[in-house]
């Protein structure tokens, strides 16, 4: 039997895209000859992977999981809705999900993680991208995390426990019943996921987020014609305005629309006779960013009349 090198492998590997332990097992099929291993992961439909990694992947799942004070979230992506509502999907979006608590949501080193069964975790996504037939792609995952408290968790348009279109992680630190806490917390996970705010509060807004929106304020305001020391009023009463519609603790709670968040903390903080923080949040909405790639058939068609 031929000696598989590890130099061999990487080579197959680069020439196909195809993963390490499936470039092995070739190898080892085909006494070690590169050029027959290229036919046979062909022949299994597997060196097509490296093709399918560039079509728009912009469906799939968002995962999260929650073990002990740490909560892990991670988008996984896929070509189609109906891949998301694969079983085996779901499943390998769960695992990923228990490395990324592992990694503290480290990106690179979850794909470089050991996958269980076998090889690393992007050697299974390869592999489940040339088996199901889909491009498919870890997009991101974050990790949160209190040392007194818990992390609460919540999925929105679940296609399974924990699996979902919108995942959201909220943490709250207090020395509290942490069966108490829970109710709060996910209360706060369900509007995160409803309202998507984009900072827990003014200190947390980006400077370049902000100027930007003083930018646009100060403009729409000069247009009003008003002395500056009226502009400047104006702009002040806009940017509270901004403030309660972006950021976490200045929102109108959904649960109750004539208090904030932040009021409605206080409030069950009183009533439970415990201090409470909400600390952060994290919050993915499968797809946000990408841009779908719209398919036009008529012209897809003309495209192909035209080939011929």
């Known amino acids: 039997m031929a000696d598989i090198t ?13 993963g390490m332990m499936d470039c092995k097992k070739a190898l080892s099929e085909n006494s070690g000859d590169l050029n027959d291993s290229v036919d046979w992961l062909r022949s299994q439909g597997l ?5 399918k990694s560039g079509r728009a992947a912009s469906e799939g799942l968002v995962a999260v999981t929650v073990v002990d004070n740490k909560g892990a979230i991670i988008e996984l992506n896929s070509e189609t809705d109906f891949v ?12 990923i999900c228990g490395i990324a608590i592992e990694n503290n ?16 975790v992007t050697d299974q996504l390869t592999h489940l991208i040339a088996t199901i037939g889909e491009n498919m792609n870890l997009r991101r995952s974050d990790v949160l995390e209190v040392k007194t408290g818990i992390i609460c968790s919540y999925v929105h348009n679940a296609v399974n426990t924990n ?26 996970s369900m509007h995160v996921a409803a309202a998507n705010p984009m900072a827990l509060s003014r200190n947390d807004i980006s400077q370049v987020d902000l100027n930007r929106e003083k930018t646009i304020l100060s403009e729409q305001a000069k247009d009003s014609g008003k002395p500056p020391e009226i ?18 603790l200045e929102q109108k709670f959904v649960i109750d629309p004539d208090i904030t968040v932040e009021k409605a903390i206080s409030e069950f903080s009183k009533e439970a006779g415990i201090e409470i923080v909400l600390k952060d949040f994290i919050r993915f909405g499968l797809g946000d960013g990408i841009e779908k790639e719209e398919q036009d058939f008529a012209a897809e068609v003309a495209a192909v009349a035209n080939k011929n």
Do not use: W
Request: aromatic content about 4%; hydrophobic content about 40%; some cysteine.
């Open 6 to 18: 590890a130099a061999l492998v990487k080579e197959l590997r680069e020439l196909t895209g195809v």
């Open 47 to 51: 060196s097509s992977a490296a093709k």
């Open 84 to 95: 998301a509502r694969n079983e085996v999907f779901q499943s390998v979006a769960e695992n």
């Open 105 to 120: 949501g480290d990106l690179d080193a979850i794909k470089h993680s050991d996958y269980p069964g076998g090889g690393s």
């Open 163 to 188: 699996l979902g279109k919108i995942g959201v992680l909220v943490a709250l630190e207090s020395n509290g019943n942490a069966q108490q806490l829970e109710i709060l917390g996910k209360q706060i």
């Open 231 to 248: 502009i400047d009023k104006m702009v002040e009463g806009r940017l509270s305005k901004y403030y309660s519609e972006v950021c976490l």
